[in-house]
């Protein structure tokens, strides 16, 4: 490792570095504003100048922007020289001579990075006395604040947007001090990314819209680290909680699953915490005054318990622990999935594949660091969108490090690296049935069937590995699996991609064959956040527990977990589900039309108001944490009414209460591929010097004041017993290890740019190691998984189509559809034709056409979807007024002509 010397004191400095990355490892304290490390370095701001001496003997030295100069062996630089610093604090007076004195007004303020280094660079008295130049503020949609007075021209954004995210309708616009960063006109950002501006902006210019609805200043919210319940990726995010209303979602660091980024929906959101459709108080329907107290929902339940057979639905959404609640209350044989047939075998069948450690699963960091990626049918734009954005930065870092190869420059010289690059890419095939943004950067792009695209993978593998069954009889398939097959046997980290929501098993029999044949990592993206961890728990379907419903009659009492069944199958199925139940008890956090048929309604914690544990795509098991206790109702997690519904029904009166790592423990007991998932976080009884973790920063303001309507004096704080936290701001103040890390502050660091001091590098890991565990074996080197079953081809079939849903980023999930700014990006329930199919059924885009299938219909405009195979109908899923359907099977469509067929 170089040596370096920073004011005469000698440093060992990671090669490959700049001298700030270095200075930041190192912990000193040096501005930047126009660096990122996701971002990397342009020189745009000189904020960041050091004297760098020649030698030993050289008193004079030289100004150098240090994000723009390389370590060296012997390098010998101050960070403490007068004229540094003076240069740093005239570059600081600079950019403040046109910004506004807003800070009281000023979302940022008090968490801003300008803030922070104006302070660090001791400009603490502006001179400027002239008018100031003054912009336009712009209309960016619902999520996003824009006040471009604020602009110091780092370029930061743009570079996040366009060159990052891929986004194109944001820009610069004019030159030199009258730059204007925005859209050539007013209107909404596009792109599902765009939230991350609020954090990449180092000054006011972006700020979160939502939370300015109820404003509140950053170190002022109580603040617990928390994973994203809104796919399966498992990004992991900071919750900010004050006045007993959930204000805000943060990103929180990971270098192994969302890094410095999150998306949209899991930004925003989070409204359904502070939703009016809450379930706040037990409900026993069917009496007098149906909201009932604690006592008496516990006298009910006893009563139905200890006379009646239990039959119980699990969820998802729901956490580990919930789910194994309800298990030990009903019994094993007697728990089900609460997902369709499909879904429930194809997750089942994933997670087999995953827990026998002959193929390994790849986390967002090494998709990053691919080489190839090759997707096999699944639309991860949409299903798990911070997949995509590491795909993404697959296509763009492959070339990158190719040019770093050629040409000696470093990786983080960005702008040079730009420069050579030009239009050059990494490769990515990204076959789907109906397309992606993502095909602007594909190399080979190919919209299929889903039998057509589970083929092309075969044809892949079969180029890589002779041994492998071939695809024979068809040309054009067999060029296209050569030209990717070619890309694969050069890759060094090749990644295979795919899901379920093509409902298709040979696809993701394709996908672990080609990933065997060429030794890549595979990414299966999954439904839900919890979709994994219940697939582990291998229990049967939905459908199975209808079919068994059906048979034994209504002798069973159906506990349903936090889910909404019918938006796993079909009305009718569910309605005759519920007319077998000797009584229905749902547990769950919004009114939905499944907790209408409940009996006895449960109120539920958010992932904000309880704790728990979550298995993301990969098996890695992370653990959320209680942000706040609901000021109103009776709400508990899931798995503490469960348990006490436990002790009830083993008539247990000397029984206590379990808790989280408890549970976990009971878990690894009974279901051992569960083992490993208690060290996802540290114990409940964790302290560190004696001391808990304070929720609350020591900045935190207007405890007593915010309860003056009610008594002056302070209340005792709430005491957790669940997990390390305190409900306060005293405590331990130093790094806390990863998994509980509530908030990234640090001496003269208020805003997020403070994470720094927690890394062991800039975009390295945690200090410590980043939080989650793996549940699944590490590969060996047993008999790789190879399957031989090839599909035919696909066929049209007269009058029918296959039908698939199709999801929307924004719109599709369950939870976010809560959210009032997401609900205006959502788009209308439709139904997707091509446009040869649209015109064999005489109809024009924009019409209704109706759709059969299984005995039931329903009508939907429809729309040309452009590069849709002929006999494929895309409907639109998870919207609110989207029908569900028996995915993956055929379905009938008419068109309609003046309202009738």
């Excluded at 400009?123 to 110091?152: A, S, V, W």
């Excluded at 030209?483 to 993701?508: D, H, Q």
């Excluded at 519904?645 to 808790?659: I, R, T």
């Excluded at 808990?692 to 704080?717: C, F, W």
Aim: overall charge negative.
């Amino acid at each position: 490792m170089p040596t370096i010397y920073i004011d005469n004191k000698p440093y060992e400095v990671k090669e490959g570095k700049n001298l700030l990355e270095a200075c930041l490892t190192l912990g000193f304290d040096l501005p930047y504003f126009c660096w990122h490390p996701a971002l990397n370095s342009v020189g745009a701001c000189r904020q960041c100048a050091v004297k760098v001496y020649k030698d030993e003997a050289d008193t004079k030295g030289r100004l150098v922007m240090s994000c723009m100069e390389g370590v060296k062996d012997g390098m010998r630089l101050s960070i403490n020289d007068q004229t540094a610093k003076a240069f740093r604090e005239q570059i600081i007076e600079w950019l403040m001579t046109n910004h506004p004195h807003d800070c009281p007004v000023c979302d940022e303020g008090g968490s801003c990075h300008l803030q922070d280094m104006t302070v660090m660079t001791g400009h603490d008295y502006r001179r400027y006395t002239f008018r100031k130049r003054t912009y336009k503020n712009q209309y960016l949609g619902p999520l996003l604040h824009h006040e471009m007075n604020r602009c110091i021209q780092c370029y930061r954004c743009v570079r996040y947007y366009r060159d990052y995210a891929g986004g194109d309708d944001l820009n610069v616009f004019a030159a030199h001090n009258h730059v204007y960063f925005g859209r050539d006109k007013d209107g909404v950002l596009q792109s599902p990314f765009s939230g991350n501006l609020a954090e990449v902006c180092p000054t006011g210019v972006f700020t979160d819209k939502t939370l300015k609805e109820h404003y509140t200043r950053k170190w002022d919210l109580t603040m617990a680290p928390s994973v994203c319940n809104h796919c399966s990726v498992g990004c992991n995010i900071i919750a900010g909680e004050r006045y007993g209303e959930l204000r805000c979602i943060l990103n929180r660091y990971n270098g192994d699953v969302n890094g410095y980024f999150i998306c949209d929906r899991g930004r925003y959101g989070y409204e359904f915490v502070n939703s009016e459709n809450r379930i706040k108080q037990p409900i026993i329907r069917n009496r007098t005054g149906e909201a009932a107290s604690e006592e008496e929902l516990m006298r009910s339940m006893g009563t139905i318990l200890t006379h009646q057979k239990l039959l119980g639905i699990g969820s998802p959404r729901a956490s580990v622990e919930s789910n194994f609640a309800l298990m030990q209350l009903v019994g094993h044989d007697n728990f089900y999935q609460g997902v369709s047939e499909a879904e429930a075998y194809l997750t089942r069948k994933i997670a087999g594949w995953m827990q026998t450690g002959s193929i390994r699963s790849a986390s967002l960091k090494e998709i990053e660091q691919s080489d190839v990626v090759v997707v096999l049918g699944e639309d991860i734009w949409n299903t798990a969108p911070m997949m995509a954005l590491a795909v993404r930065q697959s296509v763009v870092k492959t070339a990158a490090a190719q040019a770093a190869q050629k040409t000696n420059l470093p990786l983080w010289h960005d702008a040079a690296i730009k420069e050579y690059v030009q239009d050059q890419k990494g490769f990515l095939a990204n076959i789907t049935v109906a397309g992606s943004p993502l095909d602007e950067i594909a190399a080979h792009q190919q919209c299929l069937a889903p039998d057509d695209i589970a083929r092309l993978g075969w044809a892949i593998a079969h180029e890589l590995d002779a041994s492998l069954p071939g695809v024979s009889n068809d040309e054009s398939l067999l060029q296209q699996a050569q030209a990717i097959a070619n890309a694969l046997k050069t890759a060094k980290n090749p990644v295979i991609i795919s899901g379920i929501t093509c409902y298709n098993e040979s696809i993701l029999t394709a996908a672990v064959t080609l990933a065997t044949a060429c030794h890549a990592k595979v990414g299966f993206a999954l439904p839900e956040c919890n979709s994994m961890g219940l697939a582990l728990m291998q229990a049967p379907s939905l459908e199975k527990a209808v079919d068994r419903m059906q048979r034994e009659g209504d002798s069973f009492t159906v506990v349903v977990l936090e889910n909404d069944l019918y938006r796993n199958i079909s009305a009718t199925l569910v309605d005759d589900f519920f007319s077998h139940c000797r009584n229905a008890v749902v547990i769950d956090s919004l009114h939905n039309a499944t907790t209408e048929k409940a009996q006895v309604l449960i109120p539920s914690a958010t992932f904000a108001e309880g704790d728990g544990t979550l298995v993301n795509y990969e098996g890695r098991a992370q653990r959320y944490f209680q942000v706040f206790v609901p000021a109103e109702g009776i709400i508990k997690e899931s798995w503490k009414w469960l348990w006490h519904l436990y002790l009830l029904k083993m008539q247990a009166g000397n029984g206590h209460d379990h808790y989280p790592n408890e549970l976990l423990e009971k878990l690894e007991s009974v279901l051992p591929q569960f083992k490993g998932i208690t060290k996802s976080s540290p114990p409940r009884h964790f302290t560190i010097h004696g001391e808990r973790i304070p929720r609350e920063p020591h900045r935190y303001s207007g405890r007593t004041a915010m309860l003056a309507d009610r008594n002056v004096s302070e209340p005792k704080p709430v005491q957790d017993n669940d997990s390390p936290f305190s409900f306060t701001m005293e405590g331990f103040k130093g790094l806390p290890p990863a998994p509980l890390i509530p908030f990234f502050w640090a001496p003269g660091w208020n805003s997020v740019q403070a994470v720094t001091k927690y890394q062991e590098e800039p975009g390295g890991s945690l200090k410590g190691g980043d939080p989650g565990i793996s549940l699944f074996k590490e590969p060996t080197q047993t008999t790789p998984l190879v399957f031989h079953e090839i599909p035919e081809a696909f066929a049209v079939r007269h009058q029918k189509w296959l039908l698939l849903p199709q999801y929307h980023v924004l719109g599709s999930g369950e939870l976010s559809s809560y959210t009032k700014a997401l609900q205006e990006l959502s788009p209308q329930p439709s139904i997707a034709l091509s446009a040869e199919d649209l015109q064999g059924l005489g109809v024009e885009e924009g019409s209704s056409v109706q759709l059969k299938i299984n005995g039931t219909s329903c009508m939907l405009p429809v729309k040309i979807q452009k590069g849709l195979p002929k006999g494929i109908a895309l409907v639109a899923a998870g919207l609110q007024g989207s029908p569900v359907m028996s995915w993956g099977e055929w379905g009938k469509i008419d068109g309609m002509t003046n309202g009738g067929e």
